[in-house]
């Protein structure tokens, strides 16, 4: 399995990947902001 960061994609990248690929998963949890001065992925 590859291991594919999607918040370093833009749009059409990601639309690229699902087209040749065919499965995502999207691990899903709590978000917790550190700050605003930080990226949403910290």
Known sequence: MVNI???EMC???IEQ???N???VIV???ACEV???HL???T
């Open 21 to 23: 690929d065919g499965m």
């Open 34 to 36: 550190h700050g605003r």
């Open 27 to 29: 691990p899903i949890g």
């Open 17 to 19: 990947f699902i087209k």
């Open 5 to 7: 960061k999607f918040e």
């Open 11 to 13: 749009s059409p990248e």
């Open 39 to 41: 990226p949403v992925i």
